[in-house]
């Protein structure tokens, strides 16, 4: 396994000074399994505080917890006191943390045997719950009995078929229960945490996974509104990775459909309102009828958005929703885009400016023509030049003018 050169100084230091550390966690994991980790942890005998003397230009990231970040070369490493945690009251969070000389110790504490081995670049792997063995069946279980780990974590529960959907395996048959027998208490979990969780699993590769949200029940206790539990969130995989492509796939899939329902859900998981707002102009779409006309069309693309609108029909098309005149929409979007046309007021060909300089006063009739210029070119997108436009601008301004000599004779 490639140790970054980082990694084996900062191991190496310790162990000058009489300390033991190991590589540890997630990133042996991917080693193992022949990915590149994203980042390095280490696990350690000594304090806290005596590493921060090591390393002068460490961070003391989490003191309480024994975390300190290491930095050598421009590069963050993680590096922990070996520790047992104590009872964890509120489903998250230990209510005491101890700090520990023996590793054993340490790797007992963590959620899954795959997550559970240490390395070290001369002694190699320390696994004594079996971790590899796990990863070589692709099997998710966890250390030691999962009612009490789920008990200590309920967020675990979700990072199990986040693993699952993003390694292909599968979850343990005593570890798949004790999920839904605690499903409930994913509820004390933080909404950003959740929705953390669960956009990694919407847009993995392992679709199986995805259908676990609904057997385990962590979904019911999640959404807070109805949905059909009979829904085949596999179908989500043929979908574009993208967050509110998914996302949009699985309130069709799972028949939440009415937009407030939408909202609700996206609000109290805490979405981004770029996430939530985006996801809620697909819906939408995929409940209302779709535009038939080459108006029409250029309409729905400027109102909705070029990408809204190609996402929705590509939700429509991918879950075989039963849309009359898919095709021929889909044909005639892709003819409308090949023609460049005129889809928002800044690609008009005339504007504000150009308006005053030709005599019209500053204010909201301005918008108003230009935006009444604006549903002409959409209408015929051969309009969009100057000289037309402004030709049309006079013809509104003095149909105004005759309009207002009416109204005050």
């Keep these: 396994m490639h140790i970054p050169d980082e990694v084996k100084t900062i191991i190496g230091k310790l162990e000058e000074n009489g300390h033991s550390a190991y590589i540890v966690g997630g990133c042996v994991r991917d080693m193992l399994l022949g990915l590149d980790p ?14 921060l003397e090591l390393f002068p230009n460490s961070i003391p990231t989490g003191l309480k917890h024994g975390t300190v970040t290491v930095v050598v070369n421009g590069m963050h ?13 509120d489903h998250r969070h230990p209510d005491r943390v101890v700090f520990s000389d023996s590793l054993s110790e340490d790797l007992k504490r963590r959620d899954f045997t795959i997550n559970a081995m240490a390395y070290h670049p001369v002694k190699g792997i320390m696994d004594p719950f079996g971790g590899m063995e796990d990863l070589e069946n692709r099997i998710i279980r966890t250390v030691g009995s999962p009612e009490e780990r789920f008990g200590e974590d309920a967020l675990r529960m979700l990072r199990a078929i986040r693993f699952q959907a993003c390694y292909g395996f599968s979850i343990d048959k005593h570890t798949f229960s004790a999920i839904t027998a605690f499903s409930e208490n994913i509820g004390v979990i933080s909404r950003e945490r ?11 590769s392992y679709p199986e996974a995805f259908n676990n949200l609904i057997k385990t029940r962590l979904l019911n206790h999640i959404l807070p509104v109805p949905f059909s539990e009979a829904a085949d969130l596999t179908q989500l995989i043929k979908l574009s990775e993208e967050l509110p492509v998914r996302w949009s796939g699985l309130f069709r899939l799972t028949g939440i459909h009415d937009i407030d329902d939408i909202r609700t859900t996206c609000s109290g998981l805490k979405m981004s309102n770029k996430l939530k707002n985006e ?18 069309i250029r309409k729905t693309l400027s ?9 929705a029909l590509g939700i429509m098309k991918n879950l075989r929703l039963d849309i009359t ?7 005639a979007v892709s003819r409308i885009l090949s023609e460049k046309p005129c889809l928002s007021l800044k690609e008009l060909a005339i504007n504000g400016r150009d308006l005053i300089q030709a005599g019209f006063k500053p204010g909201t009739q301005l918008g108003t023509v230009l935006d009444i210029l604006f549903i002409c070119v959409l209408q015929n997108p051969a309009l969009n030049r100057k000289d037309i436009l402004m030709q049309f601008a006079g013809i509104i301004r ?5 309009m207002q000599e009416k109204s005050r004779s």
């Design 38 to 51: 994203k980042d390095f942890d280490v696990c350690t005998s000594v304090r806290p505080e005596t590493v």
């Design 77 to 89: 490493v993680e590096v922990t006191t070996y520790r047992i945690e104590s009872e964890y009251t």
């Design 194 to 204: 959740i929705l953390e969780e669960l956009n990694r699993i919407l847009t993995a």
């Design 279 to 296: 996801i809620i102009r697909i819906s939408i779409l995929l409940n209302g009828q779709l535009p038939k006309s080459p108006f029409m």
């Design 303 to 311: 109102d909705a958005g070029t990408d809204t609108f190609i996402r």
């Design 325 to 331: 005149g898919l095709p021929e929409t889909e044909e």
């Design 398 to 402: 003095q149909q105004s003018g005759s």
